[in-house]
Nanobody, 121 residues
């Protein structure tokens, strides 16, 4: 079974930077879209950024100009570079990937366990 393993969360001051990474536990048949979501306390999970297998990206308005999503298709990894972090970026960040596990099957969403990002002075 394919799992997504995240790393890179932590505590950072406002204006600081963090880089989140996510990798698959095993090499799947194919990975379609990959994305980062976040969920702040008392709020619903929201999309932060996504990237297609071809490299086309999409960002939430709150992330535009500050966050950069990238992926390495051969290594099956996706990263989120976060700059100019704000207090309101505090949340648990989740990696998501649409994964095809074998020939002929449809892709299914897979989620990481989440990594905490705390922006505080």
């Amino acid at each position: 079974q394919v799992q997504l393993v995240e790393s890179g969360g932590g505590l950072v001051q406002p204006g600081g930077s963090l880089r989140l990474s996510c990798a698959t536990s095993v090499r799947p048949f194919r990975i379609n879209d990959m994305a980062w979501y976040r969920q702040a306390p008392g709020k619903e999970r929201e999309l932060v950024a996504s990237i297609t297998a071809g490299g086309r990206t999409k960002y939430a308005d709150s992330a535009k100009g500050r966050f950069t999503i990238s992926r390495h298709n051969f290594e099956n990894t996706v990263s989120l570079e976060m700059n100019s972090l704000k207090l309101e970026d505090t949340a648990v960040y989740y990696c998501n990937a649409q994964i095809v596990t074998s020939w002929g099957e449809s892709s299914r969403p897979h989620w990481g366990q989440g990594t905490q990002v705390t922006v505080s002075s």
